[in-house]
């Protein structure tokens, strides 16, 4: 079984992807190749990085940096639920990756954007591409963008899922598991084996 992590990685109170990053997870967690676990980075609270290293190097000297290398450590592979900002992908989640490095490193991911507006975020996804790379996360090619977010949600707080939504979402989850099994077992996270690259 593959030990898949679904982000959610807005950090707003009032989220309204949130009850996306929920459905997803349930989704993942009904098929046999996963091992799900949901990810709330609110909760995750990490404050603007503030290491003093490089994460390339793996030397933490701050608890929460620790606390979330073995999170990610830990997982095998992930999806990111991710809003769009001002044509973008958000800080919050460009700083939860800079944090670390190798528990990253060679680990696929889908990725799954949502937004108010007619785009569903793709742009973000799309720009978010490049910094997967240079952390060496494997973007699956499939994505999800769902539009009109807030509109998407039931009065009982749930995401509603239209059929063509949970068919993407299916090919996302179909995605990263094929990937996931052509990596292989990840590396163990080590400053030894970085592959940082300064540019
Ligand atoms: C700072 C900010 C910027 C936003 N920029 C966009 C945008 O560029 N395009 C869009 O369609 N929606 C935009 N929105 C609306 C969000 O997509 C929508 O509020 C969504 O619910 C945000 O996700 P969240 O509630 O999970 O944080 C923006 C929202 C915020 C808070």
Request: proline share 9%; charged share 20%; aromatic share 6%.
């Amino acid at each position: 079984m593959h030990r898949l992590l679904v982000l959610s990685a807005s950090t707003r109170s009032v989220s309204a992807g949130r009850p996306l990053a929920v459905w997803l997870a349930g989704l993942a967690g009904r098929r046999p190749e996963f091992d799900t676990s949901l990810v709330d980075l609110r909760s995750v609270a990490l404050p603007f990085l503030d290491e003093p290293e490089h994460p390339a190097e793996g030397r933490y000297v701050h608890r929460h940096t620790k606390e979330w290398s073995a999170v990610v450590g830990a997982a095998d592979c992930f999806v990111f639920v991710m809003p769009m900002y001002n044509g973008g992908f958000s800080a919050p989640l460009k700083n939860a990756i800079d944090h670390l490095h190798a528990e990253w490193r060679g680990k696929p991911v889908g990725l799954v954007s949502y937004s108010a507006g007619t785009s569903g975020g793709a742009p973000a996804i799309e720009m978010l591409r490049p910094v997967l790379g240079r952390v060496g996360l494997l973007p699956a090619e499939e994505t999800l963008s769902v539009p009109g977010i807030e509109e998407r949600i039931g009065p009982d707080g749930t995401f509603r899922a239209t059929p063509a939504c949970a068919g993407a979402a299916g090919s996302v989850l179909d995605a990263v598991a094929a990937l996931t099994r052509a990596a292989g077992p990840a590396d163990e996270p080590s400053g030894e084996q970085s592959a940082r690259q300064p540019v």
